[in-house]
């Protein structure tokens, strides 16, 4: 029992941080790539494959990028989601949760959401037409 207990103690602990922990630095590579990318050009990336990303143990198709083919204006609305994790990451003993990109105070930025909180946000989401004013 004591081997079974530490097993499932040593999963949670191997599914919460340091997958966690990788996906948040990937997160964080990403975000600043966009960012530079952003105050070079003016606007947002049309699609992350342009981006020089460092790679990672998680891959860039690991993400969503809202503004995908369109590209985004250089500003956002406060809050506004750019890219996030496509599925949720779902520790054992904990609530799922998400790596999203955001942006806010004039900046790309990481921040890590509980599902609940993540739902909420895409739900307010525009689509990326609106953020160019289209019709």
């Known amino acids: ?4 207990f530490g097993l499932i103690f040593l999963i949670n ?6 997958q966690g922990m990788d996906c948040q630095r990937m997160t964080q590579r990403i975000a600043t790539a966009i960012e530079d990318y952003r105050i070079a050009h003016g ?3 049309q699609i992350l494959g342009f981006l ?9 198709d690991h993400y969503e990028y809202w503004f ?15 890219g996030y994790c496509k599925k949720p990451h779902q520790p054992v003993f904990s609530d799922p949760w998400r790596s999203i ?7 790309i930025v990481v921040r890590r959401v509980s599902e609940s909180e993540f739902q909420t946000k895409i739900s307010r989401q ?8 289209f019709p």
């Open 68 to 82: 995908e083919g369109l590209g985004g204006p250089g500003t956002l609305p406060q809050g506004t989601l750019v």
């Open 13 to 18: 602990w191997y599914r919460s941080l340091p």
């Open 126 to 133: 525009l689509s990326p037409e609106k953020y160019w004013n």
């Open 101 to 107: 990109i955001v942006f806010m105070d004039g900046a």
């Open 1 to 4: 029992m004591t081997v079974g």
């Open 52 to 60: 020089d990303i460092r790679k990672g143990r998680y891959s860039i």
């Open 43 to 45: 606007k947002l990336p």
